[in-house]
Structure formats: structure tokens, C-alpha cells
């Protein structure tokens, strides 16, 4: 709200007992702007002209003999933020307080956020008369938390890159977050409370896992274990999940935090028993079926890239193979080679007797 106060803090204080000390408010004022990268100004509403601190002057990037306006400052905003801050002059004219944070370019040509806040101030006929306003440099936190959000955006891709289940949970080992582990389980958020999550790992893992997890959280140690996760396409895939207690400077356990990874073909903890199932049939014998391949695929946990990547083809020439329906009939060599890549990382071709194709994670 507008104030009716005319006092105007860049100008020598006029108390006696200021004036019998030798100090005025021009003490206060640099020693103010010299500590916290500030400036100050202040502008009678009726013309364009700013009177502005030393401070102000320095964040600018401005000679102290270049005259300051309104007009100059908007020039100087970024021409990315000039339209969303052309109102601030007209704003500041009816009478409102404003703030805002936007870059600017200097005369250097380097490039600063400041955050802005004016406030107005009413002449004797309580009409808008004069503006003051502080302005502060805080490049130094937008960096800040550009940097962050790199780094969320790193961790965000790693994440995407390996499949991986991030999760999180509270010292005493219940979930707290674990969204893709919702998504590669089709488990709604209330389902995966406290220990609900154990309902999707295989029945024959589930008490080793929970065993282990029990032992991890009382002793404060790390967890390392592999178990088979029904995932939402109704099969069962290995997994390994590792995760580490984050401490507290007393010693004592904030959160857990983890990871779950694909581990095709591996059947650690598992006793294979005979082998009953469809055998696999030599390469030259039989195509595979897209479905054969997207579902291998799904097993090692590859993208279309990363599967091109490995058998040395074009991801164009993957995502024809993986095609229902195909107008051009693809090449011996190519199934041969995407085969060949699939199996040495874990995934098993099979057909029936009847001829029905499958897949299957290797058991050696």
C-alpha cells in the first residue's frame, strides 16, 4: 500500500543526536549495500529520471557520471523478461508496490538477476508522488538452483537410461516414494505402504527379502539383495535392489534411499530345476516374431538404441523388426545379428511344439 511517509533514507539524517555522533544514514547505507550486494534508489513519479546509490550504480555495471532513468533500466532487462516487466513503471504510477526478479544485461554484456521491490509514496493530495525502492543481486541463487536442477536432470536420465526403480523410505524402513516401482508394478501408492510393496516379489523371495531388509534397517547397514518382481505385464522379472541408510551428524538414520535394477538371465538365490519348458531352436530354423523381440528386449532391459547399438543395425531397422505388420520382409543377417545380441545378454528364445513362439530370461 502507498504510504504517506516523504522520508527518504539516501539523504543525510537530520536527528541531532546523528548529528552530535558524526554519523548519518549514508553510514548505515553503505555499509548495508557493501555487505549484500544492494543498491538503492529513489524517483519522483512525475519524470524519468532515478537517483541512484553507489550500490545500485555497481550492480548496474554503470559509471557513476551516467544518468539513470526508468527508459535506461528497461533497456537494460533481458529481451527475454522485457515484456513480462513493461507494466512496472505504470504499476508503480497508480500507486502499487512491486517486486520482481528478472536479468539484465550490463554494458560488459554479462548478464545478472536481480530481484527488485519498490514501494510508493503519497504527496500531501494522497496522490502517488514518489518511489523508492531497493534492488539486490541474486545471480549467485538463480546459479544456485540452475545447478540443482541440472543435476536433478542428470540423475533424472541416468534413471530413465537403466531402467531404474528409485526409491525412497523412512528410518524405520517404511516407503515414503517409489513411483516407478508403481509403474513397473501396476501397485497404487496405497498399496506399496509400509511393507505393501513385498506384494508384488515373487512368494518364493518374499521372506528372504523381507529378511534381509529387516536386518539392514536394525543395523543401519547397507542392503543389497536380488528377488523376482511381478511386473504389470504379469511376468515375473529379477531385479537387484541396493539402497543406503542417509545419516543424521548424530549418527542416527534420516531416510533410506535405493535402487532397483534389471538383472536379465540371472537366477541368483534360485535352484534351476530340470528343464521342462519349450528348447530354443537353432537361428536358421525359425524367424522371430516381433513380439518374441519386444518382449526379449523387455527381459534385458534395452531400448530400441541400445538393441541396435549391440547387433550393430540402425534403430530404423529394430523398430521395423518389432512391427506387427511389415511391407518389407527383413534380412537373415540382421534377425540373425538382433538374435544373437539378445541372447548373449540373458534372453532365450523358445517355441512350442506346435510351433507357438516365447521367451524366456536364460537359466544359466
Known amino acids: ?108 554484456r554479462t548478464q545478472r538477476w536481480i530481484s527488485s521491490r519498490a514501494e510508493v509514496l503519497l504527496g500531501a493530495d494522497d496522490r502517488p508522488s514518489r518511489a523508492i525502492g531497493v534492488v539486490q543481486d541474486v545471480t549467485e541463487r538463480h546459479e544456485a538452483r540452475r545447478s540443482v536442477e541440472q543435476e536433478q536432470d542428470r540423475c533424472r536420465a541416468l534413471i530413465e537410461a537403466t531402467a531404474a526403480v528409485v526409491w525412497y ?98 537366477r541368483r538365490f534360485e535352484d534351476v530345476p530340470p528343464d521342462l519348458s519349450p528348447s530354443p531352436v537353432p537361428p536358421a530354423s525359425l524367424d522371430l516374431t516381433p513380439a518374441q523381440i519386444r518382449g526379449a528386449r523387455g527381459i534385458v532391459g534395452w531400448s530400441c538404441a541400445e538393441l541396435a547399438a549391440r547387433a550393430s543395425l540402425s534403430v530404423s531397422t529394430v523398430r521395423r523388426l518389432e512391427e506387427e505388420v511389415v511391407t518389407v520382409r527383413p534380412r537373415r543377417d540382421s534377425v540373425a545379428a538382433l538374435r544373437r545380441a539378445l541372447e548373449e545378454a540373458g534372453a532365450e528364445f523358445t517355441w512350442e511344439p506346435t510351433g507357438l513362439p516365447g521367451v524366456r530370461p536364460t537359466s544359466r
Not at 545419516?247 to 538383472?263: P, Y
Open 1 to 108: 500500500m502507498p504510504t504517506r511517509s516523504l522520508m527518504w533514507p539516501m539523504g543525510p539524517s537530520h536527528s541531532e543526536e546523528s548529528g552530535r555522533r558524526g554519523l548519518s544514514s549514508r553510514h548505515f547505507l553503505k555499509l548495508i549495500e557493501d555487505g549484500g550486494e544492494i543498491g538503492f534508489w529513489s524517483s519522483d513519479m512525475a519524470g524519468d529520471h532515478i537517483r541512484a546509490s553507489v550500490g545500485l550504480y555497481r550492480i548496474l555495471g554503470l559509471d557513476p557520471s551516467v544518468e539513470v532513468t526508468f527508459s535506461l533500466i528497461r533497456e537494460m532487462v533481458h529481451p527475454g523478461d522485457r515484456a513480462a516487466q513493461a507494466d512496472l513503471l505504470t504499476l508503480l504510477r497508480a500507486g502499487h508496490a512491486v517486486k520482481r526478479e528478472f536479468r539484465i544485461i550490463r554494458p560488459d
Open 169 to 266: 523410505a523412512s528410518p524405520d524402513g517404511a516407503v515414503l516414494e517409489m513411483p516407478q516401482w508403481l509403474e513397473l508394478t501396476g501397485q497404487s501408492q496405497e498399496e506399496v505402504q509400509r511393507t505393501g510393496w513385498l506384494g508384488a516379489v515373487h512368494p518364493e523371495d518374499r521372506p528372504r527379502t523381507e529378511a534381509a531388509w529387516r536386518t539392514a534397517v536394525s543395523h543401519a547397514s547397507p542392503y543389497n539383495t536380488d528377488y523376482r518382481i511381478l511386473c504389470a505385464d504379469g511376468i515375473y522379472r529379477w531385479f537387484n535392489s541396493r539402497g543406503v541408510p542417509i545419516l543424521n551428524r548424530d549418527g542416527s538414520v534420516r531416510e533410506w534411499t535405493g535402487v532397483c535394477l534389471a538383472i536379465p538371465g540371472r
